[in-house]
């Protein structure tokens, strides 16, 4: 059974900080990519970033700059690291196997402004 569990997300201020965990089980997980996306209501679910088996990332144009994935295979873990949050960066954040049906259950961001 895969499990993917996202965690870090809240509520915080605009121009803040926040590092986003997925943790990952029932997949051999470095054999993998690993992908973050977002959603906001009335939007469709959209990418922002993957970081992929062989350790090279992609980032979509407005993630770009802000926005660090990472991973630790040895803790089965991918991370987004979101710098100087913007009320628009407000969303219900999804950690994905890359190419896969696996979805984590969604990790609330909230910015206030």
């Known amino acids: 059974q895969v499990q993917l569990v996202e965690s870090g997300g809240g509520l915080v201020q605009a121009g803040d900080s926040l590092r986003l965990s997925c943790a990952a089980s029932?997949?051999?997980?470095?054999?993998?990519?690993m992908s973050w996306y977002r959603q906001v209501p009335g939007k469709e679910r959209e990418s922002v970033a993957s970081i992929f088996s062989s350790g090279n990332t992609a980032y979509a144009d407005s993630a770009k700059g802000r926005f660090t994935i990472s991973r630790d295979n040895a803790k089965n873990t991918t991370y987004l690291q979101i710098h100087s949050l913007k009320p628009e960066d407000t969303a219900v954040y999804f950690c994905?196997?890359?190419?896969?049906?696996?979805w984590g259950q969604g990790t609330q961001v909230t910015i206030s402004s």
């Open positions: 029932g997949i051999n997980f470095s054999r993998y990519g």
């Open positions: 994905h196997v890359y190419r896969s049906d696996w």
